[in-house]
């Protein structure tokens, strides 16, 4: 079955960048099934949507977060990536990856902090 | 941008007796991209229902969907212990993709 896979650094200094990848197994990016998606959770709050990209490299973004955001996508290794420019404290969550809105990582915490 | 409120907050009932939660839309959403999910703590969500309706692979049928335009409700027949959790809306079918608060169902 698909498995979605976030990794990166589990903590970034504030003005940074944050940089995810989300490996898939089980499924090809390629296939143009579903949308690859971004989504986070601060603690104990809420989803909030990021964006997703499509296999050709089509993208839609969350307006709150556009001016920072770069979703990329490498098929060759059946990855997608987020990139967050100018992170700052709060921008601490749990990221997660999924594709479309029925399979999804087990999500991975970032905390943004000095 | 469309608004999802989910009510009640937080819903306390007992094993065994029926949940009712609202999602209620601030513009019509498409049927076929209305969302649910459960979310247990420290777990990422898990899809229950899709297209408003439509239960998701593998889960049981005491989960239900319905609604259409603005108003949408998940119905939970007969709480077992492994539903108390937080539960979400989600609409996909207009840019951007969002979410309710969410509805944390308490065990009473």
């Known amino acids: 079955q698909v498995q979605l896979q976030e990794s990166g650094p589990g903590l970034v200094k504030p003005s940074q960048t944050l940089s995810l990848t989300c490996t898939v197994s089980g499924d090809s990016i390629s296939s143009g099934a579903d949308y690859w998606t971004w989504i986070r959770q601060p603690p104990g709050k809420g989803l909030e949507w990021i964006g997703y990209?499509?296999?050709?490299?089509?993208?839609n973004y969350n307006p709150s977060l556009k001016s920072r955001l770069t979703i990329s996508v490498d098929t060759s290794k059946n990855q997608f990536s987020l990139k967050l420019s100018s992170v700052t404290a709060t921008d601490t969550a749990v990221y997660y990856c999924?594709?479309?809105?029925?399979?999804w990582g087990q999500g991975t915490l970032v905390t943004v902090s000095s | 941008e469309i608004v999802l409120t989910q009510s009640p907050g937080t819903l306390s009932l007992s094993p065994g007796e029926r949940a009712t939660l609202s999602c209620r839309a601030s513009q019509s959403v498409s049927s076929t991209s209305l969302a649910w999910f459960q979310q247990k703590p420290g777990q990422a969500p898990r899809l229950l229902i899709y297209g408003a309706s439509s239960r998701a692979t593998g889960i049981a049928d005491r989960f239900s969907g319905s609604g259409s335009g603005t108003d949408f409700t998940l119905t939970i027949s007969r709480l077992e212990p492994e539903d108390f959790a937080v539960y979400y809306c989600q609409q996909y079918g207009s840019s951007p993709w969002t979410f309710g608060q969410g509805t944390k169902v308490e065990i009473k």
């Open positions: 999924a594709r479309g809105v029925n399979v």
């Open positions: 990209i499509y296999y050709s490299g089509s993208t």
